[in-house]
């Protein structure tokens, strides 16, 4: 009877065992799909293509400023509450009625959009850019960084990586 119990538990530590591998290796799954996504809003920056408005958050934190983005409809998306001291950055978004896509502008309907053919879609790093005083460009490019060093910093804490060769080896002995 006594062997019996003991190859119970042996199989239950097996079991719990099998179950916490497949915690971890979901956990890492998810963390890969994270990073994945992450690289994909990176992609959209360097090719140019129309931003969304986690685009907006990470610029917000950036500058420090409070973003109100506006629609025909007066209704308001408010980015970065938390600089309410700083002066607003005041934003129309008009949508297009055939898509998704729509245009960027600064509140009152001001024209901030350069005329480089090399840098389409750029319309809301433009208009940001004309009430803070940067080039739009150079917005998209930090947003573009900013985004990359959290995708860096993310694969970095799912995978970590021993930075002393001769501390595993001294602890594997």
């Known amino acids: 009877m006594a062997r019996n119990s003991k190859s119970f538990r042996s199989e239950d530590k097996i079991i719990n065992k099998d179950c916490y591998l497949v915690k971890k290796n979901f956990r890492q799954i ?14 959209i920056l360097k090719n140019f293509e129309p931003v969304g408005l986690e685009h907006v958050k990470i610029l917000s934190e950036h500058l420090k400023r409070p973003i109100n983005i506006w629609s025909k409809e007066n209704s308001l998306v408010d980015f970065g509450n938390i600089y309410f001291e700083k002066p607003k950055i005041n934003l129309e978004f008009m949508k297009r ?11 009152g309907g001001l024209e901030s959009r350069s005329n480089d053919p090399r840098y389409p879609n750029n319309c809301l790093f433009d208009a940001v850019g004309a009430q803070v005083g940067i080039e739009g460009n150079l917005l998209r490019r930090t947003v573009q960084y900013l985004q990359r060093k959290e995708s860096k910093k993310r694969c970095e804490s799912a995978f970590p990586v021993s930075t002393n060769l001769t501390e595993r080896t001294v602890a594997s002995r």
């Not at 009625?97 to 509140?107: A, L, M, Q, W, Y």
């Open 97 to 107: 009625p055939s898509s998704k896509i729509g245009h960027f502008t600064s509140k």
């Open 30 to 43: 998810r963390k890969k799909l994270k990073n994945r996504k992450l690289r994909e809003k990176v992609k």
